[in-house]
């Protein structure tokens, strides 16, 4: 049983379709649940008060049974807002995929704002033949208002463990105070980041197309040896981790930099044998 401050929620397979056994929302956080004719179940998180406030703490638990699908999205930019004190906000997911599973983990990006203090951590585990396609995105702040890499602390950490072993580990940690944030060597004059990641079962024809399709947003310029970033509004690099596990980064000066990577990937996901559905079209 969750604990009582344990937003849950649990997808099954019931007469061909995925729908949501379990949903419960825990304040801040809500969990919607769009309207969809594709057998994939489309769930979205969202916040009471349009972002997260200083000591906020979520904890989310998540449940893909054997042979459903899920959509887990979120209605719009997150936002953290200024931390008070040393306070921290704190969003923790765990989520287990049975077998044959599938779970798309798309969220609109996360905005630490000025003085803000961040920290999320996501542990997932997948059974046999499960497939995770995972995006945790983030942008510099207030980029419109000229506010850029203002916030305090931005801590994430990604765990993910296939058939009871772990194959990925990812943690990224950025204090602007102790960085220089417009350095070659972190974002230079990027203002977004988009980190997505791939884990599944090699043979699996969804792993296998979902890998295409990555590999496929290649900067074809690459190999030039006279290329160089220069002026360049985005930079995608891809890289197969394991044979189960695909890792693709991104940078953008903005996030229209970055719309048609995701418009591509979306349009893949939204092929029968995978969501069959566009989640995005309804958003933009």
């Not at 397979?13 to 379990?22: A, I, K, Y």
Request: glycine fraction near 8%; charged fraction near 20%.
């Amino acid at each position: 049983m969750p604990l009582p401050e344990e937003s849950a929620l649990e997808v099954a397979v019931v007469r061909g379709q995925s729908v949501l056994t379990t949903c419960r929302s825990v304040q801040p956080l809500k969990i919607l649940q769009p309207r969809s004719a594709a057998r994939a179940c489309y769930a979205v998180l969202s916040s009471y008060g349009g972002g997260l406030v200083s000591g906020d703490a979520i904890r989310l638990r998540v449940g893909v049974g054997e042979g459903a699908h899920l959509f887990l999205g979120t209605q719009a930019n997150t936002r953290v807002y200024k931390a008070v004190g040393t306070q921290e906000t704190l969003q923790h997911t765990t989520g287990t995929l049975a077998e044959n599973a599938l779970a798309v983990v798309f969220p609109d990006p996360l905005v630490p704002q000025a003085g803000s203090r961040y920290r999320q951590q996501q542990h997932w585990q997948l059974q046999a033949g499960a497939v995770l396609l995972l995006v945790d995105w983030f942008h510099a702040g207030r980029t419109d208002s000229g506010e850029r890499f203002a916030f305090t602390s931005l801590h994430t950490e990604l765990r993910v463990e296939r058939l009871g072993k772990l194959v990925l580990l990812d943690r990224f940690q950025f204090r602007p105070e102790e960085h220089i944030a417009a350095s070659p060597a972190h974002f230079g004059p990027y203002q977004t980041m988009l980190s997505l990641y791939l884990v599944g079962p090699p043979n699996d024809p969804r792993f296998q197309r979902l890998a295409e399709v990555l590999l496929a947003q290649q900067l074809p310029e690459r190999r030039d040896p006279h290329f160089t970033l220069a002026a360049r509004s985005y930079i995608v690099s891809v890289a197969q981790a394991r044979e189960d596990v695909y890792v693709l980064r991104a940078l953008g000066l903005s996030r229209a930099d970055l719309q048609p990577l995701c418009e591509e990937i979306m349009r893949v996901l939204a092929s029968r044998e995978l969501l069959g559905f566009n989640p995005w079209t309804r958003k933009f």
